[in-house]
């Protein structure tokens, strides 16, 4: 018993020295040969496939602008997010394709996108979007309707009579 014991701390002293010898490399951002980024972005149903690179801030989403696309002054809000947080506002042009779910969830899938996207681009900007939440894949769908009820969980009306 007491060489088990012996053998678990000289375990345990051996993994921590190597933890504090062992240094990470600092990420490399990902590139394309034309030097953009490219991510895929989720929200309820909606997918989003989002390249960004350099630029003058130009948004296109689905070959229209983000004005056209998105006519609701919240949802450019929520997509220009990434960017106000991480000081990088009309730096990046942005062309995106989305497909499935409404605008809210295509909006949200855009900014995942692009969160995502921002951090291979450069990866130093990990800490902030991390710690806004924007690189988590917010995963709160519709609850699917269950058999006997009239929806997912209301019941149809009682009759007492």
Known sequence: MAKKIESLQELKSASVS????????????????????YATGKRKDAVARVWIKPGKGNITVNEKSLDEYFARPVLKMVINQPFVVTNRENEFD????????????????????????????????????????????????????????????????????
Do not use: W
């Open 94 to 161: 942005v062309v995106c394709t989305v497909k499935g779910g409404g605008l809210s969830g295509q909006a949200g899938a855009i900014k995942h996108g692009i969160s995502k996207a921002l951090n291979e681009y450069e990866p130093e900007l990990r800490t902030v979007l991390k710690q806004a939440g924007f690189l988590t894949r917010d995963d709160r769908v519709v609850e699917r309707k269950k058999y006997g009820k009239a929806k997912a969980r209301r019941s149809y009306q009682f009759s007492k009579r």
């Open 18 to 37: 190597a933890e504090t010898s062992e240094v990470k490399a600092p990420r490399k951002s990902v590139k394309d040969k034309m030097g953009r980024s």
